[in-house]
């Protein structure tokens, strides 16, 4: 009769491990995840340098490089820890008080405006210390007054600028 309940007991014991083991293991993958993003994120700063319109030196809008846009030029130094990538997915923002709008990125854009490119300036890929230009290209001049824009890298870091012209 022991043996049994020895038996029993051991079954009973081996059923429980292959049935908690697993939800353990995936667990401790969840939080090796979410705490792999999280470090990542806290990485990633950047930081918005300048923003201008194309202007002449006057101030009055001009097509200054011959592209047939108006551009908005906006500086981005990456200034975290972590290499940027998929900088095409990023979120840019740009617009007066109250008419806010998301840029969408040049391939998403399509031939529609305004739309955004980007360049790196000092450096082959967005790492610590290497600026970004962002040229937002649009198809009429914009009026004078002040803007904000935004940028979110695709792990979440963000910066904000408020400029005029």
Known sequence: MSAL????????????????????????????????KVSDRIETQVSIVYATGELDTTGTWQDTNSDSDFDITVWVKN?????????????????????FARIP??????????????????????????????????????????YMVKVITPSGAYDEHYFSF
């Open 5 to 36: 309940l020895v038996i029993a007991g051991v079954v009973a014991a081996v059923m429980v491990v292959n049935s908690v083991l697993p939800a353990i293991s995936g667990s401790s993958n969840s939080i090796a995840q979410a705490s792999a």
């Open 105 to 146: 990125y040049v391939d998403d854009a399509g031939a529609s405006y305004p739309r955004w490119v980007y360049a790196l300036e000092n450096g082959d890929e967005w790492e610590n210390s290497v600026t970004a230009k962002i040229t937002i290209h649009y198809s009429s001049t914009q009026a004078s007054d002040t």
């Open 79 to 99: 200034v975290g820890n972590a290499r940027i990538l998929d900088v095409g997915q990023m979120d840019v923002f740009l617009g007066r008080s109250g008419t």
